[in-house]
């Protein structure tokens, strides 16, 4: 059969609520037009993120109910410790209440002012959390990526080259090396296992470790094995396996591909780092066999991280991605090619080409979705990543996106036929579209919370 079915039935149905566009304008203007301050009753189909969105199992519900909520030693505790050696081989286990508390403990061990921490591209709160104690986030990625049309199975990975230049002229400043799998930041692009490899072996030779940002390491262990030569017949848990063995540590937000709606950890093999994480982790997130989880998330990680490496599962999740893709890029909408594992981003530079950075396309874009069909994406471009140069002008971000992530086994084909539809009519009328201007922003992560007008 070529039809590729979602590979779960329904038991439990929670309703979503229809509105008119009426309703929708009055919403997105009351929200100073950021979808971040949209009620989410208001939203029809909420694409805003894949991060603790997805719809839990039956068995990960059953296991909810054996949760064992004593404060120290917890059954839930021993199986959560398990699945997680089990899938990554790391020996010291640290629970944290999502990823970015993961980092948090891990920079504040490794990292100083004045040393510099490289990855194929940081996520945001990735490079928040290294900036706060003084070191530098450097974004590496490889030349293929800086073509967004241009597809190419692994643009993920790192320039290894450049890699090799910071660890030859800045070695001794670099604390540790990362890998984001998938690239976040970069598309939810894969990368290789031999990029992944080579990344190990320089690290080595350099003796600084080597971390794994592993938030979607099942999705990028299902690319390798359609996409890498050698790895068609290995099982996903053993290509996982093969990922981990060549790093030190990882840093895992279980609201990806943990299956589960909170939840995280950070792994390591080093016993010293490993105590000295468990001391601050005492401090903010809890005793080292919970980390700021009840037991019964415990369990639904346990039981999801496996099920992220289940073979259909991971069929389904790239085709289902990909049909959402290909099917406005071929009515000629543009998009990050090719599609990414957990998202589609549509370059709204050219989408909107009429509308100049500084007047945020993917605001325009974001609203527009929005408004014609309820459907929230998000900005990653000027609002997100603009910066000031040195005469206190904004600064346009490198490229202007809005990301459509796609919340694990929540939506069925319909509703992404329903979001095709909507994106091909909102671009039918492109030319009508206007820009905005910033009323009202923050400090900082300004997206989050900045206010716009319609100009
Ligand atoms: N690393 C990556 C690559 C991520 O995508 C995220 C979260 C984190 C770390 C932080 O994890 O949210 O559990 O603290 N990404 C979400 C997103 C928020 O929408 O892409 P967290």
Redesign the pocket.
Known sequence: MRTIIEPFRIKSVEPIRMTTPAERAGAIEAAGYNVFLLPARDVLIDLL???GTGAMSAQQWAGMMQGDESYAGSDSWYRFEQAVKDIFGFAHVIPTH???AA?RILFSVMCKAGQVVPNNAH?D??RANIEFTGAQALDLPCEEARELAQSHPFKGNIDLAALERVLETRGGQVPLAMM?VTN?AGGGQPVSMANIRAVSQLCRAHQVPFYI?A?RFAENAYFVQQREAGYRDKSLIDIAREMFSYADGCTM?A??DGMANIG?FLATNDALLAAQQRDLLILTEGFPTYGGLAGRDLEAIAVGLHEALQQDYQNYRAVSTAYLGNNIAQAGVPIMQPPGGHAIYIDAAKFYPHISPLEFPGIALTVDLYRHAGIRAVEVGSVMFGAKDAAGNPTAARNELVRL?VPRRVYTQSHIDYVVEAIVEVFAQRGAARGYRITEQPAFLRHFSARFAPL
């Open positions: 993120t894949d991060s999502q990823g970015r980092e996520f709160t990735t984001t976040n940002d938030c937000s609201k990806k995280g992530a």
